[in-house]
């Protein structure tokens, strides 16, 4: 038997509904701010992830999906949405056309990872990028969508983490002080750090590796080494949060995953996840469309993953698959039960009938699991009077209504 890849996972119909859901509810949210939807294509040239997303990340150096077109190019599945929509905005010149440039795109991205819960090789994520406002005010309007997404989808509790990682002007300072002192302690350091000292220093800030962590703790912190420009910033991003009541946890370790962050940078965590307990990583980019070829435009957003996300949100309860079913028991009623059907359906009704002849008792159970709210059955009897009998599934009542009316009354009961 052919299964599916490992570290992917099918969607079935009867979860597809919870993400149908937690989908309508971004879009609403999403427009309410004024961001428009984007679809960019899932593949793109190798050399726009490893230039926008920095080839010491572990995503870039061990987790891309990479392989060679038939005309020998290289091209890479998507493991982000930032890099391709930086990319369109640079293509189709949309800072020029667009007076508030704010998208978001939702779908899936492939990363190589070792698959576990809350882990897949081709996961989903919901992303927001908003371009052109270098104002601390957006980035609190940024983490005010994330959070009205979580809250909008049902999350129950989660932490807002909150850090600040510098800019051009004051990280590279940073970054060789931090480097000065990994080397003063390598021997504390596991070969993934000691690596990372040299090529990454801010990455060592994110090991979970137990030995190094007192070592970590004690390291110079960049809050200790922003520019005023930096620190203003970020002391008015927190103001602005405290505005708004918003709880937030300052931490300095958190300098996330990809190279391209400047100044904030925020996580979202819920306990309810267990071991992988981000929700959603977000953060300015200012300096990003350039690198990428483009002009001089900030940028700022997050990623949200949505297996985790409906996955803390559980299962919801079997839907309502039909409104009528027609339990067709004289197959001489057939085109007269098809015809109902197509009109029912044509006045916006859902309604399933059987096409295989089963009995009575079969056919209303299968309308019984369906929860059918009615059920018109015709038989030998009905068919003989030109009537239709007609039960109420919940109060289990039943009438009869001749063939003259009944699309009318069923379209009456059900819309009613
Ligand atoms: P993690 O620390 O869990 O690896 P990350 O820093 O790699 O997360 P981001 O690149 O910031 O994650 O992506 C944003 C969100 O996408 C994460 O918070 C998570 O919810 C989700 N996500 C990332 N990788 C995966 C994956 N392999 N499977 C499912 N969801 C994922
Ligand atoms: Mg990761």
């Known amino acids: 038997m052919i299964r599916a890849i490992k570290g992917t996972k099918d969607i079935l119909p009867e979860e597809v509904g919870a993400w149908q859901r937690v989908e309508s509810a971004a879009r609403a949210l999403f427009a309410r701010y004024g961001c428009r939807e984007i679809r960019t294509p899932i593949f793109e040239e190798t050399q726009l992830f490893a230039r926008g997303i920095g080839a010491e990340t572990d995503i870039v150096s061990k987790e891309m999906y990479t392989f060679a077109d038939r005309d020998e190019s ?25 007076p ?216 919801p309860k079997a839907e309502r698959r039909c409104d009528v079913f027609l339990a067709l028991l004289a197959p001489a009623g057939r085109d007269k039960a098809l015809l109902l059907q197509r009109e029912l359906r044509a006045a916006g009704l859902a309604v399933l009938t059987d096409h295989e002849g089963r009995g009575l008792k079969s056919q209303m159970k299968r309308a019984d699991k369906l929860q059918s709210r009615f059920v018109a059955l015709l038989g030998d009897d009905e068919l003989a009077k030109n009537v239709w009998t007609v039960r109420d599934m919940a109060g289990s009542s039943q009438e009869t209504i001749e063939d003259a009316r009944i699309a009318a009354y069923l379209k009456e009961k059900a819309n009613g």
């Open 74 to 98: 290289s091209l890479t599945l998507r493991p982000e949405a930032t890099a391709g929509i930086v990319r369109a905005v640079i293509e189709h010149n949309l800072m020029n056309e667009d």
């Open 100 to 315: 508030a440039l704010r998208v978001y795109a939702l779908g899936p991205m492939f990363r190589r990872e070792r698959p576990q819960k809350g882990r897949y090789r081709q996961f989903h994520q919901v992303d927001v990028e908003i371009f052109g406002v270098a104002a601390p005010s957006v980035d609190v309007e940024v983490i005010q969508i994330a959070l009205g997404f979580l809250e909008a989808a049902g999350l129950p509790d989660y932490e807002l983490v909150l850090n600040s990682v510098g800019d051009a002007a004051c990280r590279p300072a940073y970054v060789e002080t931090l480097r000065a002192a990994l080397r003063a302690n390598l021997a504390t350091l596991g070969p993934d750090s000691q690596r990372r000292a040299e090529t990454n220093p801010l990455r060592v800030l994110d090991s979970k590796a137990p030995e190094e962590q007192a070592l970590i703790e004690s390291l110079p912190k960049i809050s200790e080494h922003l520019c005023d420009a930096c620190r203003e910033h970020f002391a008015e991003v927190r103001r602005q949060l405290d505005l708004f009541a918003i709880p937030y946890r300052v931490d300095h370790r958190l300098v996330r995953g990809l190279d391209y962050y400047t100044r904030t940078t925020f996580e979202v965590t819920s306990g309810a996840l267990g071991a992988q307990n981000s929700v959603l990583g977000g953060g300015r980019y200012d300096g990003l469309v350039k690198d990428l070829g483009g002009p001089d435009l900030t940028g700022i957003g997050f990623a949200l993953g949505l297996e985790r996300l409906v996955m803390i949100l559980g299962a």
